[in-house]
T-cell receptor, first 113, second 117 residues
């Protein structure tokens, strides 16, 4: 099935550093979502974006819905060890009955204390 | 809140047996539930979408007779892996959507680790 292009695939940073990751698509999406998954757990929704150009924050996390509707980025400021995990972007084309999400391949984040 | 539970969290079974996994939305009614499969270090792969009271919609390549889905109520969906084989070993995750037309995001359960011997 279709997947989003998510980059980078993995990151290894020092505690306190800022992190940026992004997702791109060849087609337009009406919703962009960012999830975090810890090992052996289900994904947890971090930020949901519904409007082109929208910039939304959740604590140290900030995400933006690209104005072309074909991309989104997630920034994490001042990283801490508990930020470790896999971050997934997901997109949805419409808000109708077909609520299926298209997923990125994930960005694995490691933080060195 | 939007809490989704799964049971069991892990299961080990012999080849040829059937395994049932439950997914429950604990504090909301879910019009739609989704079942995913995830292999190590890979993304989530949607298996099927299930709406309460109707047949599940399976993704291409997913055998509906192999993976039986029952969405009996607005808070419970079950996935039964029939005649399980070692290649069915995987991490199975469900999600539930609240039903609001516009803001209808999926909330995930903690997953079930299935190991078939």
């Amino acid at each position: 099935g279709q997947q989003l292009n998510q980059s980078p695939q993995s990151m290894f940073i020092q505690e306190g550093e800022d992190v940026s990751m992004n997702c791109t698509s060849s087609s337009i999406f009406n919703t962009w979502l960012w999830y975090k998954q810890d090992p052996g757990e289900g994904p947890v929704l971090l930020i949901a974006l519904y409007k082109a150009g929208e910039l939304t924050s959740n604590g140290r996390l900030t995400a933006q819905f690209g104005i072309t509707r074909k991309d989104s980025f997630l920034n994490i400021s001042a990283s801490i060890p508990s930020d470790v995990g896999i971050y997934f972007c997901a997109g949805r084309r419409n808000a109708g009955n077909n609520r299926k999400l298209i997923w990125g391949l994930g960005t694995s984040l490691a933080v060195n204390p | 809140g939007a809490v989704v539970s799964q049971h069991p969290s892990w299961v080990i079974c012999k080849s040829g047996t059937s395994v049932k996994i439950e997914c429950r939305s604990l504090d909301f009614q879910a019009t739609t539930m989704f079942w995913y499969r995830q292999f190590p270090k890979q993304s989530l792969m949607l298996m099927a979408t299930s709406n309460e009271g109707s047949k599940a919609t399976y993704e291409q390549g997913v055998e509906k007779d192999k993976f039986l889905i029952n969405h009996a109520s607005l808070t419970l969906s079950t996935l039964t892996v029939t005649s399980a084989h070692p290649e069915d070993s995987s991490f199975y995750i469900c999600s539930a959507a609240k039903g609001d037309r516009r803001y209808n995001e999926q909330f995930f359960g903690p997953g079930t680790r299935l190991t078939v011997l």
